[in-house]
């Protein structure tokens, strides 16, 4: 446990660090600490749920043990893996020894690699363990996070059960690819992070971008909503419109209507059919 | 406190929500570490402890505000409405909306100065005035939203604040609209609690919820959906396109590897002194599945040929190999129309009419459309391929042809049929479902996301042709 007492505690140390959570964000951090429960964030691509880990981290003045899911990945890869290499090495150089004595002392902690989830268990200070897109992961591996996120515990065959020393606050990310399995659903506390409200992204805006001024910060996030409401191949997310804020701001454009043009379009939309498409629902001239 | 924790889960079941017994304590467990008389507190709280998926955030908002709506106002201020209630009461029987009129003004007035504390007050005292909320009567709580709504005249005054909106360009334009909208929006959620707090406070939350509960995104029925509910079951067939793209694929089982990989081990095998410890295995063959869709796009199909071209339409942006035909009483490709970078709006208006999928007179004919598949297009279906059906096999009464759909079984992988009526009404009057299904691997009654889920879920490929030949032998 740390030692934000409120969540309006959690809302302000994040805020300092340039991360605006909402009350609901910062409530469900609040309970995920004091209930000792991993966090499933939720949402589409870009609105800071990698981001939220890297903030709990460094506001609570933790380590981040990250571990990127991808297909394919196993427990060698995820959890623990025996150094073959070293173990091949201490029976070569204790060559002619009884096999008992020598069976015990190659599967010791000293031939283990420890991998993320093993790491960020038997760490000495507590750590924030970020599981970072778990849907991309095949339903069966799934089955690996469970004995970690319940009970904090990895059971290694050879070796015992390892349990933390320290609880470390564990943040899952999904874009929502796949459904979850309710077994690790059920584990988890659930946020949903969605785009922000026009307030909210103003705010973003301005304390990422400080040198917009408040009435251009204000349209940006209008527009921004506008072109969140068509029906695009990949909406905006929150780090493409402060890149675009920034990119009106080099252009020296002081009123956004000026700098809104085809040619910025690209900096907040990935896809050249979104592109015209935007550019067609919300008439914006193609050229400056 | 556990009381109503433990009425309001009832609630969520009963709407459909899945909450487990373990997902109920975490709950009251939860409750413990916040202030009790903080509502958004309370409302994270269950949310992140209930609730474990999006789409079903607002069924779990709807039950919220029953069950822990907004506080009542201060005696004080429940009094004075009430006062004024009988005063403009007797008022507004001669002048009809005149006070209307004025409390919508200082509304819009509240609504635009952003000040949420008269806002409150305001659409207390409308519902007070205007709503005719009479305690006992069971009456639904939409109808007295929708009451006071009319009454207040808020479509006229958004008609007239998008007539004021002086803005020289189309961008502009646009956001103010906007910008009125979420105003709007805004009166309505108040409104509405306001409304909900006042039925909880006469009948209590159990029978208010009752009255309002709406199915849930996964139960809609797909036959007969509304726009707006097309809409939003839109988002939930991504993930779902992709799963049974997953599916299709059919990996081999995680862990599982391919062929001993000699040469590769054995040169590892050279930094251990000789000693083969490291074996090397192959990659797996990655199967490369098609999937061939047939669409029953008829007139009485409208709806659910919407969600199937859907659900393709996110399936050919996943897979390269989706073949996609569409039928009325003839039948026509129509992949061309769908896949990666296209538009689903254009692909449904190319369909229509570009596609040449009308033979006679435009009423399903399932066994001249299948008979065109044969002729045409059967060398498209390999060993590989898994071809989906979607109709609901109402052929009126023209020959069903079921001998063409089992060549086609005969060469495809696997045949899967999804049926969006109700089963109990298969093989009634025209439908002539019954003479397609021994050739089919698997034939479903899809009339919900949900049993769509299921579907997705149950389906395992036969692994081999040979496999299936016995399989349907059986059948």
Not at chain 1, 48 to 55: H, I
Not at chain 1, 126 to 153: G, H
Not at chain 1, 275 to 286: F, G, M, N, V, Y
């Amino acid at each position: 446990m740390t030692e934000w007492a409120t969540p309006g505690e959690i809302s302000d140390s994040f805020k300092a660090l340039g991360y605006l959570a909402d009350e609901h964000i910062s409530q469900v951090v609040y309970l995920a600490d004091k209930l000792q429960k991993p966090i499933l964030a939720e949402g589409p691509a870009g609105v800071g749920k990698t981001e939220l880990a890297v903030t709990i981290a460094k506001a609570a003045d933790r380590r981040l043990v990250r571990l990127q899911c991808y297909e394919g990945l196993d427990e060698a890869k995820a959890l623990y893996e025996w150094n073959y290499h070293k173990q091949l090495l201490r029976l070569q150089a204790d060559e002619g020894k009884a096999w008992d004595d020598l069976e015990g002392d190659i599967f010791g902690e000293d031939f283990l690699l420890t991998r993320p989830l093993l790491e960020a268990i038997t760490s000495e200070d507590p750590v924030v363990l970020l599981i970072d897109e778990v849907d991309r992961i095949e339903i069966e591996t799934e089955a690996l996070l469970l004995e970690v996120l319940d009970s904090f515990q990895v059971t290694i065959p050879e070796l015992g059960t390892v349990t933390a020393t320290s609880r470390p606050l564990v943040v899952l990310t999904s874009n929502n690819t796949r459904e979850l399995s309710e077994a690790l659903k059920r584990r988890c506390l659930f946020l949903h992070i969605s785009y922000p409200s026009v307030e909210r992204e103003r705010e973003i805006l301005l304390a990422r971008v400080p040198e917009l001024s408040e009435s251009m910060a204000e349209r940006i996030a209008k527009v921004v909503r506008s072109v969140r409401d068509l029906k695009l191949r990949k909406a905006p997310s929150v780090s493409e419109s402060i890149d675009w804020a920034r990119t009106l701001l080099a252009l020296g454009a002081d009123d956004v209507a000026a700098g809104v043009t085809q040619d910025t379009l690209g900096v907040l939309l990935k896809y050249q059919e979104d592109i015209e498409r935007a550019a067609k629902e919300l008439q914006i001239p193609d050229e400056e | 406190m556990i009381g109503a924790l433990t009425s309001f889960v009832d609630e969520l079941r009963e709407v459909g929500v899945p909450v487990s017994m373990v997902e109920a304590i975490d709950a009251a467990a939860a409750i413990e570490h916040i202030d009790l008389a903080d509502r958004q507190a309370l409302r994270s709280a269950l949310a992140a402890t209930l609730i474990k998926q999006a789409r079903h955030i607002g069924a779990f908002d709807a039950a919220f505000e029953v069950f822990f709506g907004t506080a009542a106002p201060p005696e004080s201020d429940e009094n004075a409405i009430t006062r004024l209630e009988g005063a403009s009461g007797a008022a507004a029987g001669g002048s009809g909306g005149d006070g209307a009129a004025e409390l919508m003004e200082a509304i819009a007035a509240a609504l635009q100065a952003g000040d949420q504390e008269s806002l409150r007050s305001l659409v207390r005292q409308a519902v007070s005035q205007l709503s005719g909320l009479q305690p006992g009567r069971p009456v639904g709580g939409r109808y007295y939203f929708y009451r006071v709504m009319q009454r207040l005249g808020v479509d006229q005054m958004r008609q007239q604040l998008l007539a004021a909106i002086v803005e020289d360009d189309a961008l502009g334009q646009r956001i103010a609209e906007e910008d009125i909208t979420a105003l709007l929006e805004m009166l309505e959620d108040e409104v509405r609690s306001e409304v909900i707090r006042r039925l909880v406070a006469d009948r209590g939350a159990e029978a208010v919820a009752r009255t309002l509960r709406s199915p849930l995104l996964e139960d809609i029925d797909l036959m007969h959906a509304t726009r707006e509910e097309l809409a939003r079951i839109e988002h939930a067939v991504g993930p779902l396109a992709r799963k049974l793209a997953t599916r299709l694929a059919q990996r081999r089982r995680h862990g599982q590897k391919g062929r001993l990989d000699v040469r590769r081990t054995i040169r590892r095998s050279l930094q251990h002194g000789g000693v083969l410890l490291d074996p090397s295995f192959k990659p797996p063959r990655k199967s490369k599945p098609e999937l061939v869709l047939l669409c029953d796009v008829s007139g009485s199909m409208a709806t659910f040929a919407r969600f199937t071209l859907q659900l393709t339409f996110s399936l050919a942006a996943q897979f390269s190999n989706v073949k996609v035909f569409a039928f009325v009483d003839a039948l026509d490709d129509v992949t061309p129309f769908f896949g990666p970078g296209r538009d689903l709006g254009n692909a449904l208006n190319q369909l229509v009419s570009e596609a040449r999928i009308v033979w006679q007179d435009g009423h399903s004919d399932y066994g001249h459309a299948l008979e065109d598949f044969v002729t045409d297009h059967l060398d498209k279906v390999t060993a590989r391929s898994t071809v989906l059906i979607t109709g609901d096999a109402r052929s009126n009464y023209r020959d069903p042809n079921s001998a063409a759909l089992s060549q086609i079984a005969e060469k495809a992988r696997a045949l899967y049929w999804l049926n969006p009526e109700a089963q109990r009404y298969w093989n009634t009057g025209d439908s002539v479902m019954a003479r397609y299904v021994p050739y089919c691997d698997s034939v479903r009654e899809v009339r919900t996301i949900r049993q769509l889920e299921t579907f997705v879920e149950d389906l395992i490929l036969p692994s081999t042709p040979a496999q299936r030949a016995v399989a349907l032998a059986h059948a």
